[in-house]
């Protein structure tokens, strides 16, 4: 598997794409909007390991929809490594605050897996 640095601490790995307009959309679609969002994405694992000082590492996968106009319509975390609940709901909400150009000719679903490490 691929990954990507996003920051101190988060890698981005691939991502999967599903619905008719996927094949016309680049990682660099997907990604962009998710980048902007590093410093959220940064203090959700901030907050995990303050509650969790024993945490090395954590995947957490979110599966979400980008609807025509550019707005998250829905997002889950599918996957969790790290088991921490609040860590799971935090990604989520900073995935369902994304948005993206408007113009796709359908929705796209997104599988999208968020690594996070310690960096010390």
């Known amino acids: 598997m691929t990954s990507k640095t996003l920051g101190v601490g988060l890698a981005l790995a691939v991502c999967a794409l599903t619905g ?8 660099g679609f997907i990604e962009g909007p998710v980048r902007e969002k590093n410093d959220r994405l ?6 995990a390991l303050a509650r969790n000082d024993k945490l090395k590492s954590a995947r957490v996968v979110v599966r979400y929809r980008i609807e025509k106009d550019g707005h998250v319509s ?16 935090c990604i989520t ?10 113009g796709q000719p359908e929705p796209i679903n997104v599988t999208f897996p968020v690594e996070l490490s310690r960096s010390d």
């Open 20 to 27: 008719a307009a996927a094949a016309a959309v680049s990682k």
């Open 74 to 89: 829905s997002a889950s975390a599918t996957q969790n490594s790290s088991k921490d609940a609040e860590l799971a709901v």
């Open 93 to 102: 909400g900073v995935f369902l605050d994304l948005r993206y150009p408007q």
């Open 42 to 47: 940064s203090a959700c694992w901030n907050a």
